[in-house]
T-cell receptor
Framework: GDSVTQMEGPVTLSEEAFLTINCTYTATGYPSLFWYVQYPGEGLQLLLKATKADDKGSNKGFEATYRKETTSFHLEKGSVQVSDSAVYFCALNNNAGNMLTFGGGTRLMVKP | EPEVTQTPSHQVTQMGQEVILRCVPISNHLYFYWYRQILGQKVEFLVSFYNNEISEKSEIFDDQFSVERPDGSNFTLKIRSTKLEDSAMYFC????????????FGSGTQLSVL
């Protein structure tokens, strides 16, 4: 079945550091890929998405590129802020239904 | 931005008891979902609901679970006879379209089965 694997956290960075959170997937067909973010005490929010190979999703300074050849969708940000501290979830939808398959989540902590 | 509202935020129940988790999706959304996250594990899909019926469900969503949209605004998840392993954070979500579209999640109900 479909699956998503994320790097385990927590990831601890200083403010203005470069962020990469790795995400790889296993799926049949051509899934759509997503990054969701969960800030403390809140629900998951869509951060960005990409629906086909080589698409780049971007939002709030975060980027991720859909790499079919490596089945990856790594999340990057050039300069993190304390307010980026949250849990980040990579997910896929295999376009055969309404189900999102999530990775385990990666907690990011940014220190001033 | 519109929000999905879940109540209660925490629910404690005894094993074997029935529990109902409540959600108010965004008003003009058509698709409704329940997900759960057991502590330290992945967020797992339970069920999707569209046009007043279940459109998709996972293996987790067995006969002990049911969903209902009793009126035009609420969406509920019922667990008929809770088990210890049902302890988890339960997230409700809604979307205007399919899961390719943006899902709006509630902040969750933490269910503890004792």
């Amino acid at each position: 079945g479909d699956s998503v694997t994320q790097m385990e956290g927590p990831v601890t960075l200083s403010e203005e550091a470069f962020l990469t959170i790795n995400c790889t997937y296993t799926a049949t067909g051509y899934p759509s890929l997503f990054w969701y973010v969960q800030y403390p005490g809140e629900g998951l929010q869509l951060l960005l998405k990409a629906t086909k190979a080589d698409d780049k999703g971007s939002n709030k300074g975060f980027e991720a590129t859909y790499r079919k050849e490596t089945t990856s969708f790594h999340l990057e940000k050039g300069s993190v802020q304390v307010s980026d501290s949250a849990v980040y979830f990579c997910a896929l939808n295999n376009n055969a239904g309404n189900m999102l398959t999530f990775g385990g989540g990666t907690r990011l902590m940014v220190k001033p | 931005e519109p929000e999905v509202t879940q109540t209660p935020s925490h629910q404690v129940t005894q094993m074997g008891q029935e529990v109902i988790l409540r959600c108010v999706p965004i008003s003009n959304h058509l698709y409704f979902y329940w997900y759960r996250q057991i502590l330290g594990q992945k967020v797992e899909f339970l069920v999707s609901f569209y046009n007043n019926e279940i459109s998709e469900k996972s293996e987790i969503f067995d006969d002990q679970f049911s969903v209902e949209r009793p009126d035009g605004s609420n969406f509920t998840l019922k667990i008929r006879s809770t088990k210890l392993e049902d302890s988890a954070m339960y997230f409700c979500a809604s979307s205007g379209g399919t899961a390719y579209e943006k899902l709006f999640f509630g902040s969750g109900t933490q269910l503890s089965v004792l």
